[in-house]
């Protein structure tokens, strides 16, 4: 009995080993055959340039190109193996998926132009002023002054002279207002960047300063021609034409200290760094740290999101999404759930399978230490692969004038055609292992490619922007002309900065936290060194090596 259990068990043991011969042949040849599908499928990049080399009349190498048709879905040709195992899961290369919010252009147009047309009404209203209070009395405008019967013409004349006087305050009031015109369209004559969903309080306090100012000017200005007139009319002495002048030219004056205080305000307080903000990405943790100056929250947040785009990396929300291993898979599947109220005694093997969740999970660390560190060994590899493979492909090409080439010259465009085929295999291979292939497509790259080769680029800044990761900006994705952000903040967004403040900002998954916190006082004190202290003593024992 013992022999026959032996030879059983020997049996069985051949049967799975041929088993497993036969499954492993069958993989084999599964895996052979699709690898020749995918060669086949990347044919085109192989087999689109034909080099004959032949000899010239001078000595030379003489390299004819053909250029056959390209596919243009470039970044689909290749099988690429994800984590998406999901119903809601979503492809890597299926950019469409991607959720984008419709711009509404007539909206933004207004709530941007608004505010910005009525302080460039009231601005050059208030710019008109001084030149209309000059050139109004001139014009007639006032018949009380200049159509009183009990004035003599000699009288009408001496009234609406300008003296040598009058002439130099004219003068003045014309630089004055010159030079106003000049820093008004310096600092303030600029297109909104943001819409704030409150008001900025300084712009806003600053515009009432110029309307009240305008309006007691106008008001007084008025009340002086009325008296001027009912003077004249009982004879007695009034304003003469270098007072009105006087007059508007201190009205230029107060215009100019207005637009000191406006520059005071919104352009230099904020420039002493007061504060500091931290901003943390969410989904990926990325953050940065910024000194900030006085600001309200609402400008604060408009100045994180010009240095977001502009320092902050890529957001490549494929790299988040880690395939699950066979082990994690097995440990997940055995994963059960009770309820611990109607089932106190659990059975054995309810036990196991709880306990073996656990091991599981132990051992979750482990996995993804050794998935990340082989992850960053293929795109080492991949990576040295796309160097050699571009050197290869600029070594091919070589510029040359258009006299001395005759008519075999090829363009940049064409001989980015007819190189691309040989690192296309290797970029695809990099960009697939890096999650970029959603961001560069085949006509872009082919386009990059040509602006290198007329600018005489080497391979690795052809290179560049693949392996170093650019700032948001540089995305297609990112490169829309209205980019809506919500803000979302405990605090009233029109105050301005404080300690411990903390808001958010957030578009689609993307969610930007800031947190404020102010920065220390310093207190410096001298301190004297007695030169006479520089001398030192030697301590020599039998231990040490002096």
Same mark, same amino acid.
């Not at 106003?180 to 409150?198: C, D, G, M, Q, T």
């Not at 363009?411 to 295999?425: D, K, N, T």
């Given at each position: 009995?013992?022999?026959?259990? $032996?030879?059983? %068990?020997?049996?069985?043991?051949?049967?799975? &080993?041929?088993?497993?011969?036969?499954?492993?042949?069958?993989?084999?040849?599964?895996?052979?055959?699709?690898?020749?599908?995918?060669?086949?499928?990347?044919?085109?990049?192989?087999?689109?340039?034909?080099?004959?080399?032949?000899?010239?009349?001078?000595?030379?190498?003489?390299?004819?190109?053909?250029?056959?048709?390209?596919?243009?879905?470039?970044?689909?040709?290749?099988?690429?193996?994800?984590?998406?195992?999901? %119903?809601?899961?979503?492809?890597?290369?299926?950019?469409?998926?991607?959720?984008?919010?419709?711009? +509404?252009?007539?909206?933004?147009?207004?709530?941007?132009?608004? &505010?910005?047309?009525?302080?460039?009404?009231? #601005? @050059?209203?208030?710019? $008109?002023?001084?030149?209309?209070?000059?050139?109004?009395?001139?014009?007639?405008?006032?018949?009380?002054?200049?159509?009183?019967?009990?004035?003599?013409?000699?009288?009408?004349?001496?009234?609406?002279?300008?003296?040598?006087?009058? *002439?130099?305050?004219?003068?003045?009031?014309?630089?004055?207002?010159?030079?106003?015109?000049?820093?008004?369209?310096?600092?303030?004559?600029?297109?909104?960047?943001?819409?704030?969903?409150?008001?900025?309080?300084?712009?806003?306090?600053?515009?009432?300063?110029?309307?009240?100012?305008?309006?007691?000017?106008?008001?007084?200005?008025?009340?002086?021609?009325?008296?001027?007139?009912?003077?004249?009319?009982?004879?007695?002495?009034?304003?003469?034409?270098?007072?009105?002048? +006087?007059?508007?030219? &201190?009205?230029?004056?107060?215009?100019?200290?207005?637009?000191?205080?406006?520059?005071?305000?919104?352009?230099?307080?904020?420039?002493?760094?007061?504060?500091?903000? *931290?901003?943390?990405?969410?989904?990926?943790?990325?953050?940065?740290?910024?000194?900030?100056?006085?600001?309200?929250?609402?400008?604060?947040?408009?100045?994180?999101?010009? *240095?977001?785009?502009?320092?902050?990396?890529?957001?490549?929300?494929?790299?988040?999404?880690?395939?699950?291993?066979?082990?994690?898979?097995?440990?997940?599947?055995?994963?059960?759930?009770?309820?611990?109220? #109607?089932?106190?005694?659990?059975?054995?093997?309810?036990?196991?399978?709880?306990?073996?969740?656990?091991?599981?999970?132990?051992? +979750?660390?482990?996995?993804?230490?050794?998935?990340?560190?082989?992850?960053?060994?293929?795109?080492? *590899?991949?990576?040295?692969?796309?160097? #050699?493979?571009?050197?290869?492909?600029?070594?091919?090409?070589?510029?040359?004038?258009?006299?001395?080439?005759?008519?075999?010259?090829?363009?940049?465009?064409?001989?980015?055609?007819?190189?691309?085929?040989?690192?296309?295999?290797?970029?695809?291979?990099?960009?697939?292992?890096?999650?970029?292939?959603?961001?560069?497509?085949?006509? #872009? $790259?082919?386009?990059?490619?040509?602006?290198?080769?007329?600018?005489?680029?080497?391979?690795?800044?052809?290179?560049?922007?693949?392996?170093?990761?650019?700032?948001?900006?540089?995305?297609?994705?990112? &490169?829309? !002309?209205?980019?809506?952000?919500?803000?979302?903040?405990?605090?009233?967004?029109?105050?301005?900065?404080?300690?411990?403040?903390?808001?958010?900002?957030?578009?689609?998954?993307?969610?930007?936290?800031? !947190?404020?916190?102010? @920065?220390?006082?310093?207190?410096?004190?001298?301190?004297?060194?007695?030169?006479?202290?520089?001398?030192?003593?030697?301590?020599?024992?039998?231990?040490?090596?002096?």
């Amino acid at each position: 009995m013992e022999t026959e259990s $032996v030879r059983s %068990e020997v049996s069985s043991r051949s049967r799975r &080993s041929s088993r497993h011969r036969q499954h492993t042949h069958r993989s084999t040849r599964s895996s052979k055959s699709q690898r020749k599908e995918s060669d086949n499928m990347m044919a085109p990049f192989q087999t689109s340039v034909n080099i004959n080399p032949e000899t010239g009349r001078d000595g030379q190498e003489v390299i004819e190109v053909q250029i056959l048709p390209q596919d243009e879905n470039w970044g689909e040709n290749t099988t690429a193996v994800t984590g998406n195992t999901s %119903e809601g899961s979503q492809s890597m290369e299926d950019v469409s998926n991607w959720p984008i919010e419709a711009d +509404s252009g007539l909206g933004f147009v207004c709530s941007r132009y608004f &505010s910005t047309t009525i302080a460039l009404g009231l #601005s @050059l209203v208030s710019f $008109v002023s001084p030149l209309a209070m000059v050139v109004l009395p001139k014009l007639g405008f006032f018949p009380g002054l200049t159509d009183n019967l009990a004035l003599q013409p000699s009288q009408r004349i001496q009234l609406l002279s300008c003296t040598a006087e009058c *002439k130099g305050i004219l003068l003045s009031l014309a630089f004055k207002l010159v030079l106003l015109a000049i820093a008004v369209w310096a600092v303030f004559l600029r297109p909104r960047n943001a819409i704030l969903p409150r008001i900025f309080v300084f712009r806003a306090m600053m515009l009432v300063i110029l309307a009240v100012c305008s309006f007691s000017y106008w008001l007084f200005y008025f009340v002086q021609i009325t008296e001027a007139s009912k003077a004249l009319t009982v004879g007695e002495e009034a304003m003469d034409y270098t007072s009105l002048v +006087s007059y508007s030219s &201190s009205f230029s004056d107060t215009l100019l200290f207005i637009h000191y205080a406006a520059v005071v305000l919104m352009e230099i307080r904020h420039l002493e760094p007061v504060y500091y903000v *931290k901003v943390v990405r969410s989904p990926d943790g990325e953050s940065r740290s910024y000194a900030i100056g006085q600001l309200s929250i609402q400008r604060a947040a408009v100045w994180v999101l010009q *240095k977001y785009y502009t320092e902050f990396p890529i957001y490549n929300p494929y790299l988040e999404k880690i395939p699950i291993s066979k082990s994690q898979r097995k440990g997940q599947g055995s994963i059960k759930f009770y309820e611990v109220d #109607s089932n106190t005694n659990a059975p054995s093997g309810q036990t196991r399978s709880a306990s073996g969740s656990v091991s599981g999970r132990r051992n +979750s660390h482990n996995e993804r230490y050794y998935e990340e560190a082989e992850r960053a060994r293929r795109v080492r *590899k991949r990576r040295a692969r796309l160097h #050699s493979a571009a050197e290869d492909a600029f070594a091919h090409v070589r510029r040359v004038r258009l006299t001395a080439a005759g008519g075999g010259a090829l363009g940049p465009r064409e001989a980015a055609q007819a190189v691309f085929p040989s690192l296309a295999r290797a970029l695809q291979k990099y960009l697939r292992a890096t999650r970029q292939q959603p961001r560069h497509s085949a006509d #872009s $790259v082919l386009a990059h490619l040509a602006r290198c080769l007329s600018q005489d680029a080497s391979p690795r800044a052809f290179l560049e922007p693949f392996l170093v990761e650019g700032p948001v900006l540089s995305a297609e994705q990112e &490169s829309r !002309t209205l980019q809506r952000w919500a803000l979302v903040s405990d605090d009233l967004l029109a105050r301005p900065l404080a300690d411990g403040v903390e808001f958010q900002l957030r578009q689609g998954d993307v969610s930007l936290i800031c !947190t404020i916190k102010s @920065l220390p006082r310093f207190s410096l004190s001298e301190e004297v060194v007695d030169p006479k202290s520089n001398r030192f003593v030697l301590r020599l024992n039998s231990e040490t090596s002096v």
